[in-house]
């Protein structure tokens, strides 16, 4: 294995070095699994060896690591990922090393909440997978335009491999340029796809993580530890023994714990299965939205554009109703409430999707019930205009030692801060402060 994979890294040398007009960049997309890990670990290790110990050498093209955060990740993935990307980040600075960390959101109207529970579009399967398109394929596609239009051409190196499936090895073989590397993208214009572990068989990929250091620091034991616990039973585990701590582990893939596209999400009912029960809500919510996807009662009889949507059968299959939104949007903060009770830092739907849903419902002339009055209904306020990212929630709730109700005190003050700020004066701030502190020891320290 240890000869097959110097010929991949010295075959990436020979490809960065690679004369070309343009000093195409690379551009990576890391999701944090096993493929893209391996990827990222063996690009990483190729300009190791080409700088070699020349703290002078100059690389000729820049390499972009592209994460793209549909907003519906798996949050255990989620979490990890986050601090992956920051370590990749800092790792990058101190080698000097041509790796910049990018991450791409899909745009607030294409989001999986504002789709469904602000439009009303059913909840995506096999022949209508809105997702992929505007979650996915859109975010990133403009990064790499962006990449075109300032270098004339770019390489978006792939983790895909034949072995993952055979419909995989089909796709991979009809965009391949005989007797080239590199193939051109199905998609975007000027742009080139290489895919350097297209011949790695899953053992291998396993044995790079295992057997290879993260060379960019990071415990490479943690996504081993997540993937063992979400291969499910009838997965098929290699058994890529590095050293004896190295158990089988499965092959399961992460996606968004909201999908409802596959018939069973096997890696989330495992990883509950295996201890992480925080996520049974959540998968409950995503198995109760695959069950009501085509009640008729739920759907209305026309499209969004006015076109009759009622088959011969008298069935509706339009988008959803506004009551069914309303109680989609309620069953999902509840959801959310019940997990930040153990993990506070999570959020499965953010103040400006609630903002933008609202908006929504406006525009389709919905004003008897709002979003402000349906979130005041579970948590006891209103929707906060302060919006943190999860790096930032992360380290709140560390500060908070993990404590559901200080880390919620603390978010509630930032937030009634921010709305004075939006004052000339912040007149009368100190009293509101003093008053919502005095409510908070007496409602949770009273003894």
């Known amino acids: 294995m240890s000869k097959r994979i110097d010929t991949i890294i010295n075959e990436l ?7 070309d007009r343009y000093n195409r960049p690379w551009i990576i997309g890391f999701s944090g699994g096993k493929d893209s890990t391996a990827l990222l670990t063996l690009v990483w290790l190729a300009l190791q060896k080409l700088k070699g110990d020349n703290s002078n050498f100059t690389f000729k093209r820049p390499v972009y ?3 793209n955060d549909t907003m519906v990740e798996n949050p255990v993935i989620e979490e990890y990922v986050e601090v992956v990307l920051n370590t990749i980040h800092n790792a990058a600075k101190e080698q000097n090393l041509p790796i910049t960390v990018k991450k791409t959101t899909p745009k607030l109207e294409d989001t999986f909440w504002c789709c469904v529970i602000g439009k009303g579009y059913p909840v995506p399967n096999n022949s209508f997978r809105f997702c992929t398109e505007k979650m996915k394929i859109k975010p990133t596609s403009q990064f790499i335009t962006s990449q075109v239009d300032v270098n004339g051409e770019a390489i978006i190196l792939l983790g895909t491999r034949m072995a993952e499936s055979q419909q995989r090895a089909r796709s991979m073989q009809k965009h391949e340029i005989k007797g080239h590397l590199l193939s051109k993208h199905p998609l975007n214009p000027n742009t080139y796809t290489y895919a350097p572990i297209r011949d790695l068989m899953l053992e291998e990929v396993w044995y790079i993580i295992n057997a290879f250091p ?3 620091g990071f415990d490479n034991k943690i996504l081993y530890g997540i993937y063992l616990d979400a291969s499910a039973d009838d997965y098929e585990c290699p058994t890529v023994v590095t050293d004896e701590s190295h158990k089988s582990c499965g092959q399961s893939r992460f996606g968004c714990w909201i999908c409802t596209v596959v018939k069973e999400d096997k890696s989330m009912s495992a990883l509950i299965k295996n201890g992480v029960e925080w996520m049974k809500p959540l998968l409950e919510y995503r198995n109760k939205l695959v069950e009501n996807r085509n009640i008729s009662e739920f759907r209305s009889s026309t499209r969004r554009n006015g076109q009759d949507a009622v088959d011969a059968t008298g069935h509706n299959m339009g988008n959803y109703t506004f009551e069914y939104r309303v109680q989609m949007l309620k069953e999902l903060l509840d959801v959310q409430k019940q997990i930040q ?5 999570i959020d499965l739907i953010n ?15 919905e004003f008897d019930i709002t979003v402000n009055q349906i979130y005041n209904e579970v948590y006891g306020r209103v929707v906060s205009t302060e919006n943190f990212g999860l790096q930032e929630r992360l380290l709140l709730e560390k500060i908070c030692n993990g404590n559901p109700n200080d880390y919620h005190l603390i978010q509630e003050l930032l937030a009634l801060q921010k709305s004075k700020g939006l004052l000339m004066k912040n007149y009368g701030l100190q009293n509101d402060l003093e008053s919502h502190l005095d409510l908070f020891l007496k409602n949770n320290y009273a003894n």
């Open 65 to 67: 690591v592209i994460c």
């Open 214 to 216: 993260s060379p960019w």
């Open 13 to 19: 040398i020979d490809q960065y070095l690679e004369e």
């Open 341 to 345: 009770k153990i993990k506070p830092h």
């Open 351 to 365: 103040s400006q999707e609630l903002i933008a849903i609202q908006v929504m419902w406006y525009r389709d002339g």
